[in-house]
């Protein structure tokens, strides 16, 4: 039986981050996993979830999600090393790969205490063939990315909310502290992007790039990883 995500655990900022003024944080979660599903094409399915909820797959999820949030820091690193004449996407990618590095070592910590091996993984196809909609050229390269990594966060929290009430207590207060900051990701994406595009460029890339992520995310995949599709069959 599953539980409601949005229950206590969902309601807390993270370590040092205060709530709006005058706003119920517990509404303003609600509010944000509202947006970013609307954002996304599709709904993860129902197959996946019930795949990386089962036992047997635990230590495989956790260490994928290791994987990703590795991946997470170092994607914002790279474009703080590319990027560096444009300050306010700087400091919001400073900001995420401290968070990306820190949810890093959260999963670490819990895969330690369980006794769970890190093994090396193959990466689903997901991120690659979201990846291969960037643009070569400047700057629609940098809107793209931004746009990717927008695409990559909002799906990543929309699992977060839709898993954490399967799994076991540990794992859902986890996952339920993860979507506040998740959230906000996909929206610091989201918004850099816009900052940065031409006229209705943004919505005119998301056209073509939503249609790319639902496909993935509802094709059968042969591997279970964060990102993938449901289970062939």
Same mark, same amino acid.
């Given at each position: 039986?599953?539980?409601?995500?949005?229950?206590?655990?969902?309601?807390?900022?993270?370590?040092?981050?205060?709530?709006?003024?005058?706003?119920?944080?517990?509404?303003?979660?609600?509010?944000?996993?509202?947006?970013?599903?609307?954002?996304?094409?599709?709904?993860?399915?129902?197959?996946?979830?019930? #795949? $990386?909820? =089962? &036992?047997?797959?635990? /230590?495989? @999820?956790? %260490?994928?999600?290791?994987?990703?949030?590795?991946?997470? *820091?170092?994607?914002?690193?790279?474009?703080?090393?590319?990027?560096?004449?444009?300050?306010?996407?700087?400091?919001?990618?400073?900001?995420?790969?401290?968070?990306?590095?820190?949810?890093?070592?959260?999963?670490?910590?819990?895969?330690?205490?369980?006794?769970?091996?890190?093994?090396?993984?193959?990466?689903?196809?997901?991120?690659?063939?979201?990846?291969?909609?960037?643009?070569?050229?400047?700057?629609?390269?940098?809107?793209?990315?931004?746009?990717?990594?927008?695409?990559?966060?909002?799906?990543?929290?929309?699992?977060? #909310? $839709?898993? =954490? &009430?399967?799994?076991? /207590?540990? @794992?859902? %207060?986890?996952?339920?502290?993860?979507?506040?900051?998740? *959230?906000?990701?996909?929206?610091?994406?989201?918004?850099?992007?816009?900052?940065?595009?031409?006229?209705?460029?943004?919505?005119?890339?998301?056209?073509?790039?939503?249609?790319?992520?639902?496909?993935?995310?509802?094709?059968?995949?042969?591997?279970?990883?964060?990102?993938?599709?449901?289970?062939?069959?």
């Amino acid at each position: 039986m599953t539980r409601n995500v949005t229950r206590n655990m969902t309601t807390r900022l993270p370590a040092g981050e205060p709530a709006p003024a005058g706003e119920d944080d517990g509404d303003r979660l609600t509010s944000d996993l509202a947006a970013l599903r609307a954002f996304l094409p599709c709904a993860t399915p129902a197959a996946w979830l019930e #795949a $990386a909820a =089962a &036992p047997a797959n635990r /230590a495989l @999820l956790l %260490a994928d999600h290791a994987n990703c949030e590795k991946k997470a *820091a170092a994607t914002a690193l790279n474009l703080a090393y590319r990027y560096t004449d444009h300050c306010p996407l700087l400091h919001k990618l400073s900001r995420l790969a401290r968070e990306e590095l820190r949810h890093f070592e959260q999963v670490i910590a819990i895969m330690e205490r369980r006794g769970m091996a890190y093994p090396p993984l193959s990466a689903s196809r997901y991120a690659r063939e979201l990846r291969a909609f960037v643009r070569a050229e400047e700057p629609g390269r940098l809107v793209d990315t931004l746009l990717v990594g927008a695409v990559i966060e909002a799906r990543s929290c929309e699992r977060f #909310a $839709a898993l =954490a &009430p399967r799994l076991d /207590a540990e @794992l859902e %207060a986890f996952y339920g502290s993860l979507l506040r900051s998740e *959230a906000r990701h996909f929206e610091d994406y989201l918004g850099l992007a816009r900052s940065l595009a031409e006229a209705g460029e943004v919505e005119a890339r998301l056209a073509l790039l939503l249609p790319l992520e639902a496909a993935l995310i509802e094709a059968p995949d042969e591997v279970l990883r964060f990102h993938s599709g449901p289970p062939p069959g």
